[in-house]
T-cell receptor, first 113, second 113 residues
Framework: NAGVTQTPKFQVLKTGQSMTLQCAQD?????MYWYRQDPGMGLRLIYY???????DKGEVPNGYNVSRLNKREFSLRLESAAPSQTSVYFC????????????FGPGTRLLVL | GQQLNQSPQSMFIQEGEDVSMNCTSS?????WLWYKQEPGEGPVLLIA?????ELTSNGRLTAQFGITRKDSFLNISASIPSDVGIYFC?????????????FGKGTKLSVIP
């Protein structure tokens, strides 16, 4: 049972490049989330998906897009990367939107030069 | 958005000592959560609190949901080297269609053997 998996683990981009971060969960959860973690800032919610077919903005959505591909997969896309998007990105899932127990993936470390 | 103040920001303690950390909020929460994050990993849920005044233990960890619903405390007794990591508090207010978790900035714990 892998839980929440994320790919890639590390990525270096040049300013203006695009990339997609992948996330998958095998716990049959309905809700999925994307967070970013910056030093001294804690975790901030970028986007979330309450259930398959729905997505909503979180606290810091600018510069990102998401796709809930199916119940298992939730991807995060940076269309034109900026140095301010250098961060560690975590995907999480929970049974439902109101179920507070979120299970986190191991993270993707992104550096934008 | 809602703000969580978590203190202290970092702690250096001797193995065997007890540890206390806390979170305060400018607004009330219905749920308080405590997570631990080890280097290179995603956060893992330690304790969840659902009612004002609730005191819950998980092994050597004890957490309390403040009476005012605006604060929470985490204590670790008899610390050991594997307690090293960053501890995050998170609050959830399930009302007015909002189910997002708000995270504190973390308390970095270092244990000196």
């Amino acid at each position: 049972n892998a839980g929440v998996t994320q790919t890639p683990k590390f990525q270096v981009l040049k300013t203006g490049q695009s990339m997609t971060l992948q996330c998958a969960q095998d716990m049959n959860h309905n809700s999925m989330y994307w967070y970013r973690q910056d030093p001294g800032m804690g975790l901030r919610l970028i986007y979330y998906s309450a259930s398959e077919g729905t997505t909503d903005k979180g606290e810091v959505p600018n510069g990102y897009n998401v796709s809930r591909l199916n119940k298992r997969e939730f991807s995060l896309r940076l269309e034109s990367a900026a140095p301010s998007q250098t961060s560690v990105y975590f995907c999480a899932s929970s049974g439902t939107l109101t179920q507070e127990t979120q299970y986190f993936g191991p993270g993707t470390r992104l550096l934008v030069l | 958005g809602q703000q969580l103040n978590q203190s202290p920001q970092s702690m250096f303690i001797q193995e065997g000592e007890d540890v206390s950390m806390n979170c305060t909020s400018s607004s009330i929460f219905n749920t308080w959560l405590w997570y631990k994050q080890e280097p290179g990993e995603g956060p893992v849920l330690l304790i969840a609190l659902y009612k004002a005044g609730e005191l819950t233990s998980n092994g050597r960890l004890t957490a309390q949901f403040g009476i005012t619903r605006k604060d929470s405390f985490l204590n670790i007794s008899a610390s050991i080297p594997s307690d090293v990591g960053i501890y995050f508090c998170a609050g959830q207010y399930s009302g007015a269609g909002s189910y997002q978790l708000t995270f504190g900035k973390g308390t970095k714990l270092s244990v000196i053997p």
